[in-house]
């Protein structure tokens, strides 16, 4: 079964730094896409950032330039570095994958930013 299990979230001043981490088990990490997801109030779930198996990233346009999603193999876990934080990043972040053709999605943490 797959797992994923975000952590990291908070409540952060403007202009701001935080790390999101997912544990990723119940699959071959090294061979998957992740990608991860926010909500904001309101809002749809949209997506934010995706690295590849070789590590090939990609990034919604309104996060390039301040969010790096990175991935270490040997721990199963995929980041979100977020620098430059601003109240519009406020929002539930999800871990996202896809395994035998079914989307898996962690429980999200939740970050804050405040102006």
């Known amino acids: 079964q797959v797992q994923l299990v975000e952590s990291g979230g908070g409540l952060v001043q403007a202009g701001g730094s935080l790390r999101l981490s997912c544990v990723a088990s119940?699959?071959?990490?090294?061979?998957?896409?992740m990608h991860w997801y926010r909500q904001g109030p309101g809002n749809q779930r949209e997506l934010v950032a995706t690295?590849?198996?070789?590590?090939?990233?990609d990034y919604a346009d309104s996060v390039k330039g301040r969010f790096t999603i990175s991935r270490d193999n040997a721990k199963n876990t995929v980041y979100l570095q977020m620098n430059s934080l601003k109240p519009e990043d406020t929002a539930v972040y999800y871990c996202n994958t896809e395994n035998r053709n079914v989307a898996y999605w962690g429980q999200g943490t939740q970050v804050t930013v405040s102006s």
């Open positions: 690295i590849t198996s070789i590590g090939i990233t």
């Open positions: 119940g699959m071959i990490f090294s061979v998957k896409r």
